[in-house]
Protein backbone atom coordinates (compact mmCIF):
# COMPACT_ATOMS: atom_id res chain seq x y z
CA UNK A 1 0.00 0.00 0.00
CA UNK A 2 1.62 3.48 -1.03
CA UNK A 3 1.80 6.49 1.63
CA UNK A 4 -0.41 9.54 -0.27
CA UNK A 5 -0.22 12.28 2.76
CA UNK A 6 2.06 12.29 5.72
CA UNK A 7 1.22 15.04 8.45
CA UNK A 8 2.55 15.53 11.91
CA UNK A 9 1.40 18.01 14.48
CA UNK A 10 3.76 21.11 15.50
CA UNK A 11 3.23 23.51 17.76
CA UNK A 12 -0.75 23.06 17.81
CA UNK A 13 -1.12 22.83 14.25
CA UNK A 14 -1.11 20.15 11.84
CA UNK A 15 1.60 20.40 8.56
CA UNK A 16 1.73 18.03 6.02
CA UNK A 17 5.17 16.70 5.30
CA UNK A 18 7.25 14.99 2.51
CA UNK A 19 8.66 12.43 5.48
CA UNK A 20 8.11 11.48 8.80
CA UNK A 21 11.04 10.44 11.69
CA UNK A 22 8.98 8.17 13.82
CA UNK A 23 10.55 7.42 17.30
CA UNK A 24 10.78 4.09 19.39
CA UNK A 25 7.40 3.30 20.93
CA UNK A 26 5.93 6.91 19.17
CA UNK A 27 2.00 5.98 18.74
CA UNK A 28 0.60 7.44 15.29
CA UNK A 29 -2.24 6.82 13.46
CA UNK A 30 -3.07 5.66 9.66
CA UNK A 31 -6.37 5.80 7.38
CA UNK A 32 -7.36 4.91 4.15
CA UNK A 33 -7.77 7.29 0.69
CA UNK A 34 -11.48 5.51 1.18
CA UNK A 35 -11.73 6.72 4.68
CA UNK A 36 -10.26 10.48 4.31
CA UNK A 37 -12.78 10.51 1.09
CA UNK A 38 -15.88 9.76 3.19
CA UNK A 39 -15.01 12.07 5.73
CA UNK A 40 -14.73 14.84 2.87
CA UNK A 41 -18.02 13.91 1.00
CA UNK A 42 -19.81 13.87 4.91
CA UNK A 43 -18.18 17.67 4.72
CA UNK A 44 -19.76 18.43 1.81
CA UNK A 45 -22.82 17.61 2.86
CA UNK A 46 -22.81 19.24 6.15
CA UNK A 47 -22.64 16.15 7.99
CA UNK A 48 -20.34 17.17 10.93
CA UNK A 49 -19.47 15.06 14.30
CA UNK A 50 -16.79 15.37 16.24
CA UNK A 51 -14.14 13.25 14.79
CA UNK A 52 -14.59 14.86 11.71
CA UNK A 53 -13.15 18.10 12.69
CA UNK A 54 -10.79 16.65 15.38
CA UNK A 55 -9.34 13.30 14.13
CA UNK A 56 -6.22 14.21 12.04
CA UNK A 57 -4.15 11.32 10.84
CA UNK A 58 0.07 11.16 10.51
CA UNK A 59 -0.24 8.76 7.53
CA UNK A 60 -3.09 7.98 4.27
CA UNK A 61 -2.44 5.43 2.47
CA UNK A 62 -3.97 4.79 -1.27
CA UNK A 63 -4.44 1.24 -1.00
CA UNK A 64 -5.61 -0.76 1.61
CA UNK A 65 -6.76 -4.48 0.06
CA UNK A 66 -3.96 -6.09 1.68
CA UNK A 67 -6.17 -5.31 5.07
CA UNK A 68 -9.50 -5.61 4.09
CA UNK A 69 -8.83 -9.12 2.45
CA UNK A 70 -7.61 -10.11 6.03
CA UNK A 71 -8.98 -9.96 9.15
CA UNK A 72 -6.42 -7.46 10.81
CA UNK A 73 -5.58 -8.10 14.48
CA UNK A 74 -3.54 -6.16 17.12
CA UNK A 75 0.16 -6.79 16.72
CA UNK A 76 0.17 -6.93 13.07
CA UNK A 77 2.63 -4.75 11.77
CA UNK A 78 3.21 -2.37 8.49
CA UNK A 79 6.94 -2.12 7.32
CA UNK A 80 8.48 0.22 5.45
CA UNK A 81 12.39 0.66 4.05
CA UNK A 82 13.06 1.81 7.54
CA UNK A 83 10.42 1.81 9.81
CA UNK A 84 8.00 -1.29 11.35
CA UNK A 85 4.39 -0.26 12.93
CA UNK A 86 2.62 -2.36 15.02
CA UNK A 87 -1.38 -2.47 14.82
CA UNK A 88 -2.53 -1.69 18.21
CA UNK A 89 -6.40 -0.97 17.17
CA UNK A 90 -8.24 -0.90 14.52
CA UNK A 91 -11.04 1.69 13.93
CA UNK A 92 -12.48 3.91 16.46
CA UNK A 93 -15.69 4.48 18.66
CA UNK A 94 -18.19 6.90 18.68
CA UNK A 95 -18.47 9.41 21.18
CA UNK A 96 -22.06 9.21 22.54
CA UNK A 97 -22.81 12.98 22.87
CA UNK A 98 -21.48 13.46 18.99
CA UNK A 99 -24.00 15.59 17.70
CA UNK A 100 -24.41 13.24 14.63
CA UNK A 101 -24.62 10.10 16.48
CA UNK A 102 -26.97 7.69 15.88
CA UNK A 103 -26.13 4.68 17.67
CA UNK A 104 -23.91 3.31 14.38
CA UNK A 105 -20.59 4.18 13.78
CA UNK A 106 -19.81 6.27 11.10
CA UNK A 107 -18.46 5.07 7.98
CA UNK A 108 -14.91 6.11 7.95
CA UNK A 109 -14.42 4.76 11.37
CA UNK A 110 -13.41 1.18 10.20
CA UNK A 111 -10.98 3.32 8.10
CA UNK A 112 -8.84 3.72 10.70
CA UNK A 113 -5.91 2.31 12.37
CA UNK A 114 -4.03 3.27 15.16
CA UNK A 115 0.01 1.97 15.35
CA UNK A 116 3.33 2.26 17.54
CA UNK A 117 6.55 2.51 16.09
CA UNK A 118 8.43 -0.83 16.84
CA UNK A 119 11.83 -0.13 14.54
CA UNK A 120 12.22 4.11 14.18
CA UNK A 121 12.90 5.65 11.51
CA UNK A 122 11.80 7.74 8.30
CA UNK A 123 8.81 7.41 6.20
CA UNK A 124 8.28 9.24 2.85
CA UNK A 125 5.36 10.29 0.84
CA UNK A 126 4.90 7.25 -1.86
CA UNK A 127 6.99 5.05 -0.18
CA UNK A 128 4.97 1.17 0.57
CA UNK A 129 4.03 0.37 3.69
CA UNK A 130 3.78 -3.99 3.41
CA UNK A 131 1.18 -5.82 5.67
CA UNK A 132 2.75 -8.70 7.89
CA UNK A 133 0.30 -10.68 10.19
CA UNK A 134 1.74 -11.45 13.60
CA UNK A 135 2.05 -15.12 14.01
CA UNK A 136 -0.67 -16.81 15.69
CA UNK A 137 0.41 -18.09 19.51
Known amino acids: MRITG ?23 SLITRRGKKIIEEDLNRGKV ?11 RVEKIKELR ?5 RGDQL ?10 KVGKKCHGNCPIYTGE ?8 YFLKVRQPGTIRLSESLKYEEHPKP
Request: charged fraction near 40%; include cysteine; aromatic fraction near 8%.
Open 6 to 28: LQKKREGRWERQAELTLKENEDV
Open 79 to 88: SGREVILVIE
Open 69 to 73: DRKVR
Open 49 to 59: GFCHQRFKANI
Open 105 to 112: ACAFLEEI
